[in-house]
């Protein structure tokens, strides 16, 4: 696609014309149209000329040429219109609804579709999941939408039977997050009956040629539409897509939007029904008897179908079918039959309403997918909404009824907006704000609206007089009552008013001056169809369905038949608040337009009919719209939003401006960019004429937001960091104060403790300390070493010096044996010499004290370190009795039996070192320097077998500490000796039978027997 065109394209915008007259307008439309242009603009509204063939105008290449783009920028193109809204909807958070007109098949539908396919292109780019979902129901509800509601006319092989308008909600990001389809009056009568040269609504050939096999035996259907009333007129006529594809196309759309399996299968098998319905035929009993001239079913397998696929009983669909409940005063029901004519009636209100319901079922189901959930405007910012409008366009057939009229009155409507807004508005804001501005004349509808809707007289009124009446009137007296009612209106005529009509039949037609043209209606079914009468029978039969899916589109079926209701309002009226209703919701946003042209009534590519497009030229009021745009304003706004949007642009204005007035301070803005010629000043509003000044200032403003944020963000996080050096200081005093207390208090209670710590003679050994702060635990390990000190001396100080060698002996002890052997004999007193004690040596202590005297004589010791007897062993393995003398000189053996003479005598200076074991015998093993070792166990004790290894390894230990050299002391269950150079093992086994220990060879050395009590 070219990015810009040259002159010999045309002028793009109409505004941009020499002359504004319908030659040069004519003459510029067929140009275009000729070079491929099918878009071009007046202003900002869209006219788009219908090309009939596909052109390379869209795609994402296309899209990524108008993403972000200013209106004028680029060749003109739906997109940029879907650009312009979407960009006004983010810029100003206003809603906005991109409106599509034109007569049928000048490519309304298509537009959407493209509109539709852009913003879904442009928006979501982080590819939110939840947001892509709604995407997809937007783009796929389309196809299913046409699937139910579109159909093959003369005028359109795609007519939309419906009108759509659709909204699109988007996050404060512009992301569509939800979506709501409001449907416009479905032309169900299609169901029924069509043209020649037109079809059903596609879904059912689509139902009957792109099923599977399988699928139609399951709904005892065929092949051939033409086996079936309602689709035999267009069983000759494809549709533009194969009906194959398009029926694929239509399950997989269903599925992506979120239709259940069970609910697709229930959509086709009311599609069947409705096909074997409208094959039901009726005849009257000829049969001579009770029951001629009662009503049968010509072929009741059809019942049979109908029954099944409806999940109904037989019974009832046959009853509802041949006759109807009839409530005869309070609580009593008669059965009526039907006549022919009142069947086939019934059957076909049935179908149209089962169809009808099928249709707005299927809005409804895609509506609760897409509608936005668990939205907070709190939380979320405030949603905003681009609608999009694609109505059924203004329509003539050879005979036009009740839908034509509707139709045609719902675009006359669109028509009075698009005056109201465009034309009729815009130039009375210009006059109101004091702007010199010469009125541009043009043809206002309004009459013909208010000729359709006006209350009483109206139309649409005189037809619901003419339904309310019971039973009497007839189409012709309210074709008569319109006559009376508008013989002098310029834009109604009958035949009875224009007797030279020869185009409208006496008595039957009516004819409306649309602002498009004359149409003849047909009022043949006017009341029947504005009635929309359906037989509560139906209701009730559908109710009774067990199909959930088919009950669930009959609620009213609940109602009990004897109920009185209030009559419900006709077609014509609902469609007439529907309309009332959507033309507020568009007036209440920011309209865009696109105006569709059909260039020829043949669907022929390339071919521009000038008749016929001028004739639609004319009565879109396109011209005038170019005339209004010339002399007008593209754009306006309140001075106060105006300067809010731009002040930031001027520096008188930025932040706040100190001039007389907003409206100077806009003034001074405009001076400073240069635009004071492009715009003029009304009372209230700034009115800017060309988009270009507007661009130019949203340019500087983005030019400027940067910076104003980078200004916010500075002070902004200026104060949170000051915030948050504010609270750390805080903290840090905090902090210091509650650990000064912390110590305070600690030290407080040390010093109670200290205090109950004095007492005698535990000094403190069973209180607790207090809890110390973690800051102060370096402080409470010294307080403890400190506080062990103190207290030891407390204790030492009180001991009486004769006690003191013990104590040492017990503390040597303590410190070698402690966790090793486990019982080293620490409670009791030590007597250390306990061969000279009468007690332990009653019999023969006179003898040991004579044998110490000689040898303190000779040897010349001081003291008695411990003296035992003792069972030795040697290496020989010859046990003997024994006695242990050990003074600070010498150890000595003696032989206790021959008045303890000395056997043996070792100078103490070489015993080096002594083995026991952990348990509680009282073996010793004592090592000496190159000499045998000495096996002993201490016996003959009192009590007997006390426990005294401690005490010799105690005495022998703090003896050789004070000499100052080491004693090495081993604890071991499996002691090593040696006796002449030879290893042995010494073990205790214990034995309770044993009644003194006694030495066992063995095989590595010895075994003392131990007697185990
Ligand atoms: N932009 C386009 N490019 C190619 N073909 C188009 C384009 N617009 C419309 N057409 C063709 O014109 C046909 C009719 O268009 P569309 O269905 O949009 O008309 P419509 O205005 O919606 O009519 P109706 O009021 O009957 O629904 C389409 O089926 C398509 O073949
Ligand atoms: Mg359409």
Not at 299 to 307: F, G, R, T
Not at 570 to 585: H, I, P
């Amino acid at each position: 696609m070219e990015d810009e065109d040259g002159p010999e394209y045309g002028k793009p915008d109409f505004v941009l014309l020499d002359q504004v007259t319908m030659e040069d307008f004519m003459a510029n439309l067929k140009l275009r149209f000729e070079k491929g242009r099918i878009y071009t603009y007046i202003g900002e509204v869209l006219v788009s000329v219908n090309p009939y063939k596909k052109l390379p105008l869209y795609g994402p290449e296309a899209i990524a040429l108008y993403q972000g783009r200013e209106l004028y920028e680029r060749p003109p193109h739906l997109y940029a219109v879907a650009n312009a809204a979407y960009k006004a909807m983010k810029r100003r958070s206003r809603d906005t609804c991109i409106v599509i007109s034109g007569e049928s098949g000048a490519g309304k539908t298509e537009a959407s579709k493209h509109i539709m396919q852009y913003i879904a292109a442009v928006t979501n780019p982080s590819q939110r999941a939840e947001v892509e979902r709604v995407k997809d129901i937007l783009l796929n509800s389309t196809c299913v939408l046409e699937a139910f509601g579109n159909a093959r006319t003369s005028r359109n092989h795609n007519s939309s039977r419906f009108g759509k308008y659709m909204d699109i909600n988007f996050n404060f990001k512009g992301d569509p997050i939800g979506g709501h389809i409001h449907s416009y009056l479905l032309e169900k009568s299609r169901v029924l009956k069509q043209h020649v040269g037109e079809r059903n609504f596609h879904s059912f050939y689509q139902l009957l040629r792109g099923s599977e096999e399988v699928l139609l035996q399951e709904l005892a259907l065929q092949r051939n539409p033409a086996l079936y009333n309602f689709t035999r007129q267009g069983a000759g006529l494809n549709d533009l897509d194969s009906d194959e594809r398009s029926h694929q196309e239509v399950i997989q759309a269903m599925k992506v939007i979120g239709f259940s399996p069970k609910e697709v299968a229930s959509v086709y098998r009311i599609l069947a029904a409705i096909l074997h319905l409208g094959n039901i035929e009726f005849v009257e009993m000829e049969k001579e008897g009770p029951e001629k001239g009662t009503l049968t079913v010509t072929e009741e397998v059809l019942v049979d179908h109908v029954a099944k696929l409806t999940a109904t009983p037989r019974d009832l669909v046959l009853r509802s079918l041949l006759a109807r409940t009839v409530a005869s005063g309070g609580r009593d029901l008669i059965e009526k039959g039907h006549s022919t004519a009142e069947a086939c009636y019934a059957r076909d209100a049935c179908a149209k309403a089962i169809y009808q319901r099928l249709f707005e079922w299927i809005v409804n189901k895609i509506n609760s997918v897409m509608e936005a959930q668990g939205r907070d405007p709190r939380r979320d910012g405030k949603d905003t909404v681009i609608g999009v409008l694609d109505i059924y366009g203004f329509e003539v057939f050879p005979v036009n009824s009740f839908e034509q009229f509707c139709i045609n009155y719902c675009n006359e409507k669109l028509q009075q907006l698009f005056i109201q807004l465009v034309l009729k508005q815009e130039q009375e804001e210009y006059q109101r704000e004091g702007i010199t501005w010469q009125s541009i004349t043009y043809f206002n509808n309004l009459a013909i609206v208010e000729l359709v809707e006006q209350p009483r007289r109206g139309i649409l009124a005189v037809l619901d007089e003419a339904c309310s009446s019971a039973g009497t009137i007839t189409d012709q007296i309210f074709l008569q009552t319109l006559d009376n009612h508008h013989r002098h209106h310029p834009h109604y005529a009958s035949r009875q008013l224009c007797p030279t009509e020869k185009s409208m039949e006496f008595g039957r037609d009516f004819r409306i001056k649309h602002y498009a043209g004359n149409v003849t209606y047909s009022v043949e079914g006017f009341i029947d169809k504005n009635r929309d009468f359906l037989l509560q029978d139906f209701k009730r039969l559908l109710y009774s369905s067990t199909d959930p899916t088919l009950r669930a589109m009959w609620p009213d079926g609940q109602q009990d038949i004897t109920e009185v209701t209030k009559r419900p309002l006709t077609a014509g009226t609902l469609f007439k608040n529907s309309m009332v209703a959507l033309v507020e919701n568009l007036a209440s946003k920011e309209p865009f337009y696109v105006r569709c042209i059909k260039p020829n009534e043949d669907k022929v590519p390339g071919k521009l009919d000038e008749d016929h497009c001028q004739h639609q030229v004319v009565y879109l009021g396109l011209l005038e719209n170019v005339r209004v745009r010339r002399a007008g304003f593209a754009f306006r706004q309140p001075y106060p939003r105006f300067l809010l949007r731009y002040k930031m642009t001027c520096e008188y204005t930025w932040p706040n401006h100190l001039l007389g007035s907003d409206r100077a301070a806009v003034s001074a803005l405009l001076e400073q960019h240069g635009l004071q010629a492009d715009v003029a000043f009304g009372h209230n509003k700034l009115f800017i004429r060309s988009p270009h000044t507007l661009v130019t200032l949203e340019q500087s403003r983005a030019r400027l937001i940067p910076i104003i944020v980078l200004l916010l963000q500075k002070a902004w996080r200026g104060t949170l960091a000051r915030q948050r050096c504010r609270r750390l200081r805080a903290i840090y005093t905090i902090m210091r104060c509650f650990r000064r207390h912390k110590v305070h208090t600690h030290l407080a209670e040390m010093q109670r403790f200290f205090q109950a710590a004095r007492q005698p003679p535990l000094y403190g050994r069973d209180l607790t300390w207090p809890l110390v702060p973690t800051v102060l635990q370096p402080f409470q390990d010294i307080c403890q070493m400190l506080f062990c000190r103190w207290r030891a001396r407390q204790l030492v100080k009180n001991i009486p010096p004769s006690d003191m060698a013990q104590i040492k002996a017990k503390v040597a002890a303590m410190e070698l044996l402690q966790g090793l052997r486990q019982d080293w004999g620490c409670q009791r007193a030590w007597m250390r010499d306990y061969l000279s004690s009468t007690t332990d040596n009653p019999t023969a202590s006179g003898l040991f004290t004579q044998r110490l005297q000689t040898l303190r004589e000779k040897d010349g010791f001081g003291t008695v370190l411990f003296s035992s007897h003792v069972r030795k062993v040697n290496r020989f393995h010859k046990c003997r009795n024994r006695a242990l003398l050990l003074t600070d000189q010498h150890l000595y053996k003696l032989e206790p039996g021959r008045q303890y003479r000395v056997m043996r005598a070792l100078p103490l200076r070489e015993v080096t070192g002594v083995s026991v074991t952990s348990g509680q015998d009282q073996l010793v093993v004592l090592h000496a320097q190159g000499q045998d070792d000495l096996v002993v166990c201490l016996h003959r004790t009192q009590p007997e077998l006390d426990n005294r290894v401690g005490e010799l390894v105690g005495v022998l230990a703090a003896h050789c500490r004070g000499e100052g050299r080491a004693l090495e002391v081993r604890v071991s269950d499996c002691i090593t000796l040696s006796q002449r150079g030879a290893r042995r093992l010494v073990s205790v086994a214990p034995k309770p039978e044993q009644l003194v220990p006694d030495f066992r060879c063995s095989r590595a050395g010895f075994t003392l027997l131990w007697p185990s009590r």
